[in-house]
Nanobody
Framework: QVQLVESGGGLVQAGGSLRLSCAAS????????MGWYRQAPGMQRELVAR???????NYGDSAKGRFTISRDNAKNTVYLQMNSLKPEDTAVYYC???????????????WGQGTQVTVSS
């Protein structure tokens, strides 16, 4: 089993910055793609950013130019640097990882418990 533990959420004023972290632990053979999604009240969960094991990235439209995703493969950890935050960025941010517990198993998707980000105007 793989666990994802997020940290770094909180309350920030508009224009400020936050850095989210998510560490994967447990029975891990390999971690493929990792990423961040978010869900605001009454809204569907949406992609914020995703990064492959090789470092390739893609971003949701709302994150382009303001957020940067990175990862440390040695630590099985993914980061999300969020700058120029806006009130509309307020949401619960969820970490995602596609990971394999055994070399004979294909990757499965895992989710963190979510961390609240609130941006005040």
């Amino acid at each position: 089993q793989v666990q994802l533990v997020e940290s770094g959420g909180g309350l920030v004023q508009a224009g400020g910055s936050l850095r989210l972290s998510c560490a994967a632990s447990g029975s891990i053979f390999s971690v493929n793609a990792m990423g961040w999604y978010r869900q605001a009240p009454g809204m569907q969960r949406e992609l914020v950013a995703r990064i492959s094991s090789g470092g390739g990235t893609n971003y949701g439209d709302s994150a382009k130019g303001r957020f940067t995703i990175s990862r440390d493969n040695a630590k099985n950890t993914v980061y999300l640097q969020m700058n120029s935050l806006k009130p509309e960025d307020t949401a619960v941010y969820y970490c995602y990882a596609a990971a394999s517990a055994l070399p004979t198993l294909g990757p499965q998707g895992y989710w963190g418990q979510g961390t609240q980000v609130t941006v005040s105007s």
